[in-house]
Each structure stands twice: as C-alpha cells, then as structure tokens.
C-alpha cells in the first residue's frame, strides 16, 4: 500500500511565489502550512490567518474554511465560534461546488475534500457532527497523498476507533508513514503512542 500513496509535500518558497500571484490553492497551502507546521514551515499562526485571508479575498472556500477554523480554535485571533460559525455556513456551498470541479483531479480535490471532512468531525458551520461521514471523506483524501489525513488516520481514526472500528495495525501504519514524510506532530503523536503500540499490537 505504501507504493500506491505518495505524500504530497510543497515547497514554501514555490508556494510563496505562486501565492503573490493570487493562486488561491498556494494561498490555502501556505496558510495551512504555517497554521499547522507543515512543508517544513515554522508555526506562525499570523502567517496562517494572512494566506487564509487573502484566499477568501479571492474568493477561495479553503481559505475560507481556514479563516473560520483559526476563529474557532482561536488560533492567533480571539476564539469567535460565532464568526466561524457565519464564515464556515457561507463557505460550504462554494466548497461542494469546488470539490465538484476538482473531480477529475483526485489529487487536489483532496484538499477540498478535506475541509468537508472537518465540517463534519468538528460540526462547522450548520453540519452536524458525524464521525461515520468524516472518516470517509479522510479516508478519501488519505488514499491521494494527502499528508495531513494520513496523519488523522492513524493519529486520531483508526487510534481511537472514531467513525471506524479501532484498528492499532492501521494506526501504527499510516501514523508511521507520516513520520516519514517529516511531519513534526507525526514524530511527537508517534513517540506517544509508541509503548501503546508495543503491548497492544501481536507481533
């Protein structure tokens, strides 16, 4: 399995130049990379929320979704659940119709499709929570390379059993594979859950 799905990692100064050029998915990337240190970014969530920001400027619903989670979580702005609220209710529809669009390149269409999946883990926006829904559309995402499902695959899903039976093996492996892939929450969720893995996984 591991030959068919390929990580996808970015290059910060490509994504950069890109993004200055109003490329709406290097300003979602960039945003995410800076909001959850990824692609080899220092965490700065001042960075995350001006890509996400000058993506929804452009009009892109990933960059939207980014804006209201940063407002959900408080990540570098005061905690408004009900400005994310109002920001993730006007981006879902622009959502659905962008993961329609992207449906012939499965590869970037995961990215779409993974702010659907969090709609539906966290209950953004007028969604109610579904842990069964969210797997999939992870699943789904993961399946194409995408760096940050695969780390929720076996970090949260399969560790927890969360809209899926839990399954240690399946943990250790994807968690394992984005470890690989140098992603810094995969070394510290590994290093956590690795004695787990050790007494409970037959051998």
Request: hydrophobic share 35%; with cysteine.
């Amino acid at each position: 399995m591991s030959n068919i799905i390929k990580p996808m990692i970015f290059d910060l100064k490509d994504l950069e130049m890109k993004a200055k050029n109003d490329d709406k998915f290097a300003c979602y990337i960039l945003g995410r990379s800076y909001d959850s240190e990824e692609n080899g970014a220092e965490q700065s969530f001042e960075k995350a929320m001006y890509w996400y920001e000058k993506g929804k400027e452009l009009g892109d619903p990933c960059c939207a979704y980014g804006v209201g989670a940063c407002y959900y979580f408080g990540d570098g702005v005061k905690q408004d659940k009900e400005k994310a609220k109002q920001i993730h209710i006007n981006a879902y529809k622009p959502l659905l119709e962008l993961i329609e669009k992207e449906k012939e390149n499965l590869r970037k269409q995961s990215f779409s499709k993974f702010c659907l999946g969090a709609y539906y883990y966290f209950g953004f926006g007028d969604i109610e929570r579904d842990e069964k829904k969210a797997f999939e559309l992870i699943h789904d995402c993961a399946m194409q390379g995408h760096l940050p499902a695969i780390y929720d695959l076996g970090a949260n899903f399969y560790y927890n059993g969360f809209g899926t039976e839990k399954n240690l093996k399946l943990s250790e492996y994807y968690l394992k594979m984005a470890v690989d892939a140098e992603l810094p929450r995969a070394k510290v969720k590994f290093k956590q859950y690795k004695d787990t893995y050790k007494d409970e996984i037959e051998k």
